[in-house]
């Protein structure tokens, strides 16, 4: 079970690099599959946010998970699930984060995606609504006609914070969503340019830390609790054409899965390798939790939700989005 640290007000000079990485894709130069164990490709490109979510890709890397299996990983910076979906659809890479809400709306609208391993799943004080610490907004209900950023419009972001302005008697129209990469959030809002924003790890102890930030509330509550955030996905063709890869990435990660389960000091050690985040920073932050293999049932609940607040005309049904599990 994952601990849960309190952040405490430290002077720590965080910020997270969001630069994009070049734009060269994984090609086709795979190996041979003579060469390889009997994988169709040995070389992928993998696409990841660099945050605490998917620091089992590079735990997998860094104790030769990959290797075990034949695998050549390199990571690629991406800015969001949503931002991922061309990147898939084009080739420039095999397999990518996403967040399930994005997932799961591409799915209602003809994409061809597959879900193909779990990667985190939500806890109290993950992703808070915070506003500055002098604002005049005390609870929900005040951010009606207010701007609240999000990392990306129509995705988990949006859906957590309407489902707390729903507790509050609020709709969704009644606040401005307004598009923001999470390492420019802080300094938007302390300039006024918004008045809230959605925040994860480690900008939550960052903004706190610079500006002085507060929660205003934790938006993984009541009917958010404990809620499938991110994945790892591929198209369907992708799926179909290497299974024996894709078998090995699943493998791979479900193993780093369960260390990074298994033992915080495995993340807090890894954290500052591919972000930059400090080690002070990787000991204090909030993580929620690393689920070792997809469930139908818990991504059910975030399908579900869509539909509840309109995100989905049509329900779905989660297991067919589920690639088939790594054999072996």
Not at 228 to 245: C, D, Q
Not at 254 to 266: F, I, P, V
């Amino acid at each position: 079970m994952t601990r849960k640290l309190r952040c405490h007000a430290i002077v720590l000079g965080v910020t997270v690099a969001l630069t994009l990485a070049g734009c060269g894709g994984s090609g086709d130069s795979a190996n041979t599959a003579a060469n390889s164990g009997g994988l169709e490709k040995t070389n992928i490109t993998v696409g990841a946010l660099p945050i605490p979510d998917p620091v089992s890709l590079y735990i997998a890397n860094a104790k030769g998970f990959f290797k075990e299996e034949g695998l050549t990983v390199t990571p690629k910076t991406i800015t969001g699930g949503a931002a991922a979906i061309p990147a898939i659809e084009n080739g420039s890479l095999d397999i990518s984060q996403t967040n399930y809400v994005s997932t799961f709306l591409a799915v209602s609208q003809g994409k061809k995606i597959k879900l193909v391993a779990d990667m985190y799943q939500a806890a109290p004080n993950t992703f808070n609504i915070m506003v500055p610490k002098d604002s005049p907004i005390k609870t929900v209900a005040d951010l009606k006609g207010k701007t609240v950023l999000v990392n990306n419009l129509k995705n988990i972001a949006q859906l957590a914070v309407t489902s707390q302005l729903k507790v509050a008697g609020l709709a969704e129209t009644d606040v401005k969503f307004v598009e923001k990469p999470f390492p420019e959030m802080g300094n938007t809002i302390q300039s006024g340019q918004a008045d809230a924003g959605w925040i994860t790890e480690p900008f939550i102890t960052a903004n706190q830390s610079k500006f002085g930030f507060r929660k205003l509330v934790d938006t993984m509550t009541g009917q958010t609790a404990d809620l499938p955030i991110a994945g790892w996905m591929a198209t369907e063709e992708w799926a179909s054409k290497y299974p024996k890869t894709l078998a090995a990435f699943q493998r791979a990660i479900s193993k780093a899965q369960q260390l990074a389960s298994s033992d915080r000091k495995e993340i807090e050690a890894m954290l500052p390798k591919y972000t930059q985040i400090d080690a002070k920073t990787a000991s204090v932050i909030t993580l929620g939790a690393y689920p070792s293999e997809l469930n139908a049932n818990r991504l059910q609940k975030v399908a579900d939700l869509m539909l509840e607040y309109g995100y989905l005309k049509n329900p779905i049904d989660v297991k067919s989005v589920i690639a088939a599990p790594a054999a072996g």
